[in-house]
């Protein structure tokens, strides 16, 4: 049993790295909701158990964001509340202290990437779907359930970026 | 209520209000409230829209088949009317793969659009949106010829004539 996705769980703040996280979350509860959309059968059978795999990806993405929230939670969108606060203290305006660009744009790219991978994984599942509808008796779908397994195979091998995650 | 959950209740507000400047369309639906959160089955917008105007072009071929007298024509158009109930069914489901890929409801404006306004869809959205206005196109089609072969026909029992017609409709385009 897949736990739902909680883009509330891991300590993101509340800026851009927890929306680009709850986008992760996003594309897991697509899937989920695609799959319950399927008759039941084997597809329906396969489609469950890769579930679990999203499951991994997604867990790997909560690190990326985390680990970039705590590293530059100003980052690279700035919440205005955040800017305002750095306008009004008393010694100067401290928003021209922040630099123009994110300390580290590979780790954005990164989470950036598994965002895309998941959706990716996502339409993959929905295409599936609307395949099965078109047409009940079709007999490519194990050519597309392959497919689908490697999409899942891309997402989680995707976004992990060089000295980042050796532990994950 | 506790200041904690009234200072979580704050923070989240406040992630949503960025989340919708930010990212991807609209509000994530991992950060709404419940009563925020996607519509099950087709939901309350633009796929259930799709479904309502599919709908509506059965209901037309069904109203005009329903003039027809019983007898072999009405026997052969009711077998189309079964075939036209098939494909609409399919096309439910199809709209139902929509909406769970991509959610709009006219319940609520955190999906990115206002009650009524089309999504901005892309990827498989879009080509299921595609799909279903392609089907509209076909059904409409299906349905005024029908209306078209009743009012012609009714009474004048050329009924071989009628089934070639109809055979026609749903041979010559095919169903997407």
């Not at chain 1, 047409?135 to 194990?142: C, F, L, R, Y």
């Not at chain 2, 009012?151 to 004048?156: I, K, L």
């Amino acid at each position: 049993m897949n736990a739902e996705p909680d883009a509330w769980a891991p300590a993101l703040g509340f800026g851009y790295w927890r929306v680009v996280y709850a986008e992760c979350c996003d594309a897991v509860l697509a899937y989920d909701r695609i799959v319950a959309t399927m008759p039941p059968g084997a597809v329906r059978g396969r489609l469950l158990e890769l579930r679990t795999e999203l499951s991994v990806r997604l867990g790997s993405a909560a690190r990326l964001a985390e680990l970039a929230a705590t590293l530059y939670a100003a980052w690279p969108e700035r919440d205005p509340a955040l800017l305002e606060l750095l306008a009004d203290d008393p010694v100067k305006d401290l928003r021209k202290e922040l630099g123009t660009g994110p300390p580290d744009p590979g780790l954005r790219e990164a989470l950036l990437d598994a965002r895309e991978e998941l959706w990716r994984v996502a339409e993959d599942a929905a295409r599936l779907a609307v395949r099965l509808r078109e047409n009940p008796i079709a007999t490519d779908v194990p050519t597309w359930l392959s497919g689908l397994a490697t999409g899942v195979a891309t997402a989680l091998a995707a976004g992990t970026p060089a000295g980042h995650l050796e532990d994950g | 209520m506790t200041d904690e959950v009234q200072r979580q209740r704050a923070d989240r507000e406040a992630a949503r209000l960025l989340a919708a400047r930010i990212g991807l369309p609209g509000v994530p639906v991992s950060m709404r409230e419940p009563e925020d959160a996607p519509g099950p089955g087709l939901g309350t917008g633009h796929w259930q829209r799709h479904v309502a105007r599919l709908s509506g072009a059965y209901e037309r071929a069904a109203l005009a088949v329903a003039q027809v007298p019983a007898g072999g024509v009405r026997e052969e158009l009711d077998d189309v009317l079964a075939v036209l109930c098939k494909r609409l069914d399919r096309y439910v489901h199809i709209a139902e793969v929509g909406q769970a890929l991509l959610p709009d409801d006219d319940t609520t404006d955190l999906d990115g659009t206002a009650p009524g306004m089309t999504p901005y869809l892309d990827g498989m959205a879009e080509e299921i949106d595609g799909r279903l206005r392609t089907a509209l196109t076909h059904l409409t089609a299906v349905a005024a010829a029908i209306e078209e072969i009743v009012s012609a026909d009714v009474g004048s029992g050329d009924s071989d004539e009628v089934i070639a017609a109809v055979d026609r409709l749903l041979t010559g385009v095919p169903a997407p």
